[in-house]
């Protein structure tokens, strides 16, 4: 039984039908997913397009990425490039762009054509690894608050996730309590840094601890890293470039976030031969191929000089700055983020006694600002009670007159 946050979210209607046979005595949504209903992401933005709020939700910017990399998808359309299915594993013109990538940022040397593999965004990528991975009764060490996704594909390879809670106010994680959590039975740890939703960003030390535990019990890794060109203070290194990590780390990423693109689902898994071998496996059977002629695109954007990430990255600090300041006027307490997109606050000296599913419900109507629960990331349901998600990834106008209408909530 599934139940993120102890909260429903969504409205999807999972029933049983009345109409005799056997489909009455069951509900119709696998049992193992009760509880997932809707996103909230797809709630949230739902409601910022009924009420006209300002969507500072779902983590999408409100500004295209590099026109020369929108200019490459048109031509890729207009020369028949990817407009039929694309190879299994992803253009070859991609996947050297993605090795290409990991040697000049981190130094790693990957073979194009069996250690890496191109996938229909990060999302895919998390779910073919989790069903290539795991079997019934494994069970998946995971930090929370954790992007909504993982539960689900958790509970769709019928594997058990244990949680580590990251406390407020840094969210690092106890590693600790990680040793302590290892069973026989433990499978792999699944790893978010930078981390979405609170910022967090995982430093060399703790990596280095992380991956010798792995190498001790002989786990694997999954490290979803869609993040890595997002980190305002030090410097995102991947897990894999750690020692004894290379045949026991499958990482994700996506060009979705690093180049504002976030629509074009292009997604990329790398690691061993065997390991992508095995995730290659799955994910045929899940999408086969997807986003062609916007590979050929992402192969370019990836080429892009560094000036295009370092540039990026400041443009965010300053907007993360911005919206933080906005949202310490306006009361809330801020956690301020080291990456991603987000900045979690909390609501209790604002609003006390409300949680923030209510909070976040409200505020669209209160003030016209949609916002993100972080409680609905939670196995532990009181724990992220208080924490609401803001996004900044969005012009500094709108941010600014989002932080002006959050006043409205003291006012
Ligand atoms: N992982 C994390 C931590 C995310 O925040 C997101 C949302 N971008 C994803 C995975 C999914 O990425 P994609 O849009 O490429 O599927
Ligand atoms: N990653 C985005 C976020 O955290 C949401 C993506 C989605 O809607 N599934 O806001």
């Not at 694997?220 to 890595?228: H, M, N, Q, R």
Request: include cysteine; glycine fraction near 8%; charge should be negative.
């Amino acid at each position: 039984m599934l139940e993120m946050g102890g909260q429903e979210t969504g409205s999807l209607e999972t029933g049983s039908l009345e109409t005799g046979g056997r489909m009455r005595d069951r509900p119709l949504l696998n049992r193992g997913l009760d509880g997932l209903g809707t996103t909230i992401f797809a709630e949230m933005s739902a409601l910022a397009v009924s009420t006209g709020a300002i969507n500072l939700g779902q983590g999408f910017p409100d500004t295209d990425g590099p026109k020369s990399v929108r200019e490459a998808a048109v031509r890729a359309l207009r020369d028949g490039r990817g407009n039929q299915y694309p190879p299994g594993p992803g253009v070859p013109e991609l996947r050297r762009a993605v090795a290409d990538h990991q040697r000049r940022f981190y130094g790693l040397d990957l073979d194009p054509d069996t250690e890496i593999l191109v996938t229909a965004g990060a999302t895919e990528a998390i779910a073919a690894a989790m069903l290539a991975l795991l079997e019934p009764g494994d069970e998946v060490i995971a930090f929370e608050p954790f992007y909504d996704s993982y539960a689900a594909c958790i509970a769709m390879a019928g594997a058990v996730r244990v949680p580590l809670t990251l406390c407020a106010p840094d969210f690092r994680p106890d590693l600790d309590a990680l040793r302590a959590a290892v069973t026989p039975r433990t499978r792999l740890l699944l790893l978010n840094s930078p981390h979405n939703p609170t910022g967090m960003v995982l430093t060399p030390a703790e990596l280095t601890e992380i991956a010798a535990l792995a190498v001790d019990h002989d786990l694997l890794v999954v490290t979803d890293e869609v993040y890595e060109h997002l980190v305002f203070d030090g410097v995102h290194t991947p897990l894999i470039s750690l020692p004894g990590m290379r045949d026991r780390t499958v990482s994700i990423s996506s060009a979705g976030k690093t180049f504002s693109f976030t629509g074009w689902k292009v997604g990329w898994v790398t690691g061993s031969r065997e390991l992508v071998a095995a995730v290659r496996t799955t994910k045929q059977f899940l999408t086969y191929v997807a986003s062609g002629p916007f590979q050929y695109a992402v192969a370019e954007a990836l080429a892009l000089p560094d000036a295009y990430y370092a540039d990026f990255a400041a443009d965010l600090r300053a907007k993360r700055d911005l919206l933080a300041a906005g949202l310490t006027d306006a009361g809330f307490t801020v956690y301020e983020p080291q990456g991603t997109y987000f900045i979690t606050t909390d609501i209790t000296h604002l609003s006390p006694g409300t949680d923030a599913l209510t909070f976040c419900r409200a505020l669209p109507e209160k003030c016209g600002v949609v916002a993100i629960p972080n409680s609905v990331f939670y196995d532990h349901p009181t724990t992220g009670r208080t924490q609401v998600r803001f996004a900044f990834c969005k012009r500094p106008e709108v941010l600014r007159d989002a932080a002006s209408r959050l006043q409205r909530l003291t006012s």
